[in-house]
Every structure is written in structure tokens, then in C-alpha cells.
């Protein structure tokens, strides 16, 4: 009769931080914040629960180090624009970049509209919330010099520019999650790319025309 073979155990690297933020990584790009358990985390990592806390001492300071990889993907696409373009063009090409970004990397998006709240926010360590304001921070900031740009050339009237990027995120937030399920208004990919164009097309125009008043 032939023996079974012993299941080879899971094969440890030397880096263990980097070992349990690559479980971290694929279990709540998966499940999600909700049904992914430190135990689990850990288990896949080949770790103890108490080797995770080591380097992790809350859960949530777990998520929010997996979410700031998803910000830095989305600033760091951002940060390809070129500010030289005129503001309509600036203003579509930031919306298109938001839209395409949930579109490569869906898991960080929903993490990041669905998952992330104030409450978890507020429970991590104030290193890893500091990293994740400011990650978020220079990502708006990047629209609101470009608001600010045309507010000072007199082609927008003058306001609160950071406000009015806050309104551009917040309405392509709405969008693309009309793609992602949860809605009978469901989009395909392609058909929320276009609603996204026609978005900067519109708020753009309509900013234009209120400077020309």
C-alpha cells in the first residue's frame, strides 16, 4: 500500500512584517475588512496571532496599512497628469485616472469607498492614520491647485477649492459605485467611463460659465 506524503509545511521567509502584509493583502482584497480575522491573517501567513501583533497591534491598523498601498497606487497615477494642460483636460483626465484605478484594482476601491470608516480610522495607531490623511490629503490637494490655478486666472469664481474638489470626488465616487453592483442602475465599464467624461464636461462648463457672470 502506498504511504501518503506528509503536507510540506508553508515555507517562512526571513521578512515576517512583509510575510503577514502579503496575507493581510490577499485576504481583505477578497473578503473584505469584515470577514477577514486577524486569526485568519495569520494562519495564512504562517503565523501565530500573537506573532501579527508584534508588528500589527490592532486589526485595524492592519487594514488601514493594506488601504494606504491602494492610495499611494491612486496618488501616484494622479501625479502622471501634467499640470500644463488646460483645466478642463485636467479636471476630466484626474476623473478618468479615479475611474480606471477602480476599474485595474477594484478590491483597494471597494476597501476604500466601502470598508474604510471613521470608526477604524479613529482606532489606529496615530502613525498609520497620520500616513493614511496624508496620503488621501495629497491626492485632493492635486485637484484643488488645479481648481485654485483657474480661480486665480479668473476662468472659475473664486471659493473654496478645496470644497469643489471635494464635490468632483465625491460625485465620481457615486458613479463608478453605480458599476460595482448594489444599485438596479448598475453600469457597465465602459458606459461609467463615459458618464465620468460627461461629469468633468458638465461641472467644468458650469464652473466656466458662473466666472463669465
Known amino acids: 500500500m502506498q ?64 488601504c494606504n498601498e491602494g492610495l499611494f497606487i491612486v496618488r501616484d497615477q494622479l501625479l502622471q497628469i501634467p499640470l500644463g494642460i488646460g483645466f478642463e483636460d485636467y479636471i476630466t483626465r484626474y476623473l478618468e485616472t479615479i475611474a480606471v484605478f477602480s476599474h485595474q484594482h477594484a478590491g483597494f476601491f471597494r476597501m476604500l469607498t466601502a470598508d474604510v470608516t471613521p470608526e477604524i480610522i479613529a482606532n489606529c495607531s496615530p502613525e498609520v492614520r497620520t500616513q493614511a490623511m496624508e496620503i488621501e490629503s495629497a491626492g485632493i490637494r492635486l485637484l484643488a491647485e488645479a481648481v485654485e490655478r483657474a480661480m486665480r486666472s479668473g476662468l472659475v469664481p473664486e471659493g473654496d477649492a478645496w470644497e469643489v474638489a471635494e464635490l468632483f470626488i465625491g460625485s465620481v465616487v457615486g458613479i463608478i459605485m453605480l458599476s460595482m453592483g448594489g444599485s438596479q442602475a448598475m453600469l457597465s465599464y465602459d458606459k461609467m467611463k463615459l458618464k465620468v467624461r460627461k461629469l468633468g464636461e458638465i461641472a467644468c462648463r458650469g464652473l466656466i460659465r458662473s466666472g463669465r457672470r
Not at 480575522?37 to 496571532?49: D, P
Open 3 to 66: 504511504q501518503k506524503k506528509k503536507p510540506t509545511p508553508r515555507r517562512r521567509g526571513t521578512n515576517r512584517r512583509e510575510e503577514i502584509l502579503k496575507a493581510a493583502r490577499e485576504l481583505f482584497l477578497k473578503n473584505g475588512y469584515s470577514l477577514s480575522t486577524v486569526e485568519q491573517i495569520a494562519r495564512h501567513a504562517g503565523y501565530s496571532k500573537r506573532s501579527v501583533y508584534l508588528d500589527f497591534p490592532k486589526k485595524d491598523d492592519l487594514f488601514i496599512t493594506i
